[in-house]
DNA sequence: GTTATGATTATTATCGTTAAAAGACAGTCG
DNA sequence: CGACTGTCTTTTAACGATAATAATCATAAC
């Protein structure tokens, strides 16, 4: 049966909401707020009534006392079973339990995580859109990515991708929201470099915010979607690929500096030069951690 | 509970194969050439054996008479209910009872198919990639696709897909087997041309196999499946825009041709011009078959 | 008269179950 | 001895059922 995961997680977060007001307010701004329907904030109102957290009538919803670490539901409780089929697969693919050409086995899959099978059949189906996996009619799925040809494939469209939205970029008037965002981005980098020693792991992920950003300025449904793949495989390998770590990384602020520097000067031939040369980097670390065909 | 459609087609297949032989192969043999599993095929055996259709004992599998019209299987009854969905499901988009932003519910498309919810939603989830569907959490589906936008966004990535392979078409060794299935096109194309009053409808399937086959020179598995997105939109704008479908379609066989002349000359120059050219006129007629934003 | 509430209805998410189909294995036939 | 068969085991495909959640609608409060 579905478990009730959305309340859970909503009323974690009202919680977290209990601010200095004394009154909640109605219905649907909580709903709004939540991001979720007046059902659940309903249910989230009748617990916190009963937990003796507000005094609840109609409109009137008086704060008794402010929320405590008992109060909140555990955070495992708070993830769907969707959710859990995410984690658990990925975390298999990351520690190789589940390796290039690995049968994947639903039925067995479902058991280990403790969800139903449909639910680990419909992420797989998700999934394959990434093609990293791929079924036989009648049988089982199978591990195909990650193999060289997947990241040279992979490199070759990402490439194509980023080099059109960086020109884009470029010919952005300059009243667009999205300069300010590079800025920001920009100053994140410098203030990285400076402290390279030890916030480097933290690239990975301003990595992705870049490169989405620029991949916005192509408005294109298809360029945007095909981040997904690219952030997804580069997630994973960056989980993988842990030598030289530090240097790669600071190597590839450099190169993102030099890139924002040649997109804010609005030079599409600087534009080029310094896209392909951090691409070109980008994919040289993906290959070199892949397994040879 | 699943269906055995999969016997059915198989049974069928089996007694089209019925040939001059007067026994029939091993069951490994079988299998293997009906693309189905031996136990599927003792199935299949077994049923022939009860319809008087063979003697079957051990190794021996003697036939005893040929089968007539009443042997086979119903057609319908062959069909997966996965296969029931889909074909449920485009039928409605077609026929617009599935328009622009209509709701997409789960459990009506289920009842009126004859299918249960799960292979509705397994569809819908699969479906999800073509971009032309999206989900809300939990909450039904919407077709958000087929728009001027979407159109146009589509356009702009195949253009960049297209013009890539077709370049790495012309650059293919003259001892590779595409050259060959170009040939092959290119003479369908000559014939299309001469009997066009009664030909153009073909051009569809003509123009997908051309598109394909440039495509399959870049080795690119990403722009090998974002071909599956253009095909289907294609194939259902053509359900669609029968207007002034004889003189495109005439025009558009007059660009194939060009353009293959020109990836036959190993011409750079020529190759972009004629690729360029015949891509603008099919995302002219693509675009005016969409609605305006 | 607008917005909020309470009650009701519709729809999704997820599970457990079962027939169909695939796959594994030991024994048998040529 | 190697391929084929009969039997048994495992796994997928698909269904129906139910709690959670969203959506609707009439009434009440401001």
Redesign the interface.
């Known amino acids: 049966m579905k478990q009730n995961t959305?309340f859970k997680e909503a009323y974690n977060r009202a919680l977290d909401a209990f601010g200095a007001t004394d009154r909640l307010p109605s219905e649907p701004e909580l709903a709004e707020s939540l991001k979720v329907?007046r059902t659940t904030v309903r249910a989230v109102l009748h617990r916190m009534a009963e937990a003796g957290l507000i005094d609840w009538n109609q409109r009137s919803k008086r704060v008794l006392r402010l929320p405590v670490a008992a109060d909140y539901f555990p955070e495992a409780e708070t993830r769907s079973a969707a959710e859990l089929v995410e984690r658990g697969f990925m975390a298999r693919v990351m520690d190789g339990r589940i390796g290039l050409s690995s049968p994947i086995n639903e039925a067995e899959l479902a058991r280990e995580i403790g969800v139903g099978t449909?639910t680990v059949?419909?992420f797989l189906?998700?999934f394959?859109?990434y093609?990293l996996i791929e079924k036989r009619r009648?049988s089982g799925w199978v591990m195909v990515g990650f193999t060289r040809a997947?990241a040279l494939?992979?490199a070759?469209?990402r490439e194509?991708?980023e080099l059109?939205s960086a020109l884009a970029f470029a010919r952005l008037p300059k009243s667009s929201e999205l300069w300010k965002k590079l800025a920001a981005l920009e100053a994140e980098h410098r203030r990285m470099l400076e402290n390279i020693d030890t916030e480097y792991r933290r690239f990975s992920e301003l990595d992705e915010r870049l490169h989405r950003l620029i991949h916005s300025a192509a408005?294109?449904?298809?360029?945007t979607?095909?981040y997904d793949?690219i952030a997804m495989v580069f997630h994973y390998h960056f989980q993988w690929n842990k030598k030289d770590e530090q240097r790669r990384n600071t190597v590839a602020v450099q190169e993102h500096l030099a890139y924002i520097a040649a997109l804010q000067a609005g030079d599409p031939i600087e534009t080029e030069l310094t896209c392909r040369r951090h691409l070109r980097s980008a994919r040289a670390t993906l290959i070199a951690s892949t397994p040879a065909d």
């Open positions: 959305l329907s449909t059949r419909e189906i998700h394959s859109r093609g009648n997947f494939e992979l070759d469209v194509m991708f059109r408005e294109n449904r298809f360029i979607e095909f793949v």
